[in-house]
């Protein structure tokens, strides 16, 4: 039975398939351990494979195209229209087969490796910069329990991890010290951080 359109299901290790012919029959729905979802595909003639968009499905779909393969990734929330009863993998491969044939339906573009790679980039400084708050909002809250209140702004918490650095710290117990010069040396790492990260964005957008 020849296969003209499958809706392939990612995971970590066990993926599911749900293939169908031109007259919209069942050809298979079967699961596929990772090491043999490549060779599965190679054995196939070419033919429409839909994936939902995920964290690693612009990686499979290069690697189906790169065998001939027509792939198409469908955002998440598209999918979930035609998923006819409780969730599985069975039933969410057989969506994804169905919701890829459908001529309204709207799709993902697949990304290169290069562009993944400038996408890493903006995604680890935005954690950075979260973890960064979250040091600041610390170092505010324990100071602020011996009655040492910073100004507002980045700058100013800075200067003071700084100071701190250099030794200049306002009067506390040891134990307390220790905490405040962890979480200084803590932000201006992550400052740093920050910083060379965002030069390389600079660099990538010239």
């Not at 709207?106 to 990304?111: D, L, M, S």
């Not at 905490?179 to 964005?201: A, E, G, N, P």
Request: glycine share 4%; proline share 5%; with cysteine.
């Amino acid at each position: 039975m020849e296969v003209t359109t499958i809706g392939l299901d990612l995971a970590k290790n066990v993926f599911q398939i749900h293939g169908i012919n031109d007259q919209g029959e069942v050809a298979f729905n079967r699961a596929l351990r990772r090491v043999q979802v490549l060779p599965f595909f190679e054995r196939l003639e070419p033919c429409l494979i839909g994936i939902e968009a995920c964290g690693t499905s612009h990686h499979w779909a290069r690697e189906l195209i790169r065998l001939g393969h027509h792939v198409k990734l469908i955002p998440p929330t598209y999918v979930k229209p035609y998923v006819k009863r409780g969730k599985s993998d069975a039933v969410d491969a057989a969506a994804i087969c169905e919701a890829v044939t459908r001529p309204t339906m709207r799709f993902v573009e697949v990304k290169t490796p290069e562009q993944q790679a400038i996408l890493a980039v903006h995604r680890t400084r935005d954690l950075i910069v979260r973890q960064r708050t979250q040091t600041i909002n610390m170092l505010r809250a324990q100071l602020a329990e011996f009655g040492v209140i910073l100004p507002q702004g980045v700058y100013h918490v800075l200067q003071f991890a700084k100071d701190c650095a250099n030794g200049d710290l306002p009067e506390l117990p040891t134990d307390a010290e220790e905490v405040i010069f962890d979480l200084c040396d803590q932000l201006l790492f992550l400052h740093t951080k920050i910083l060379r990260h965002s030069r390389h964005m600079t660099q990538i957008a010239k």
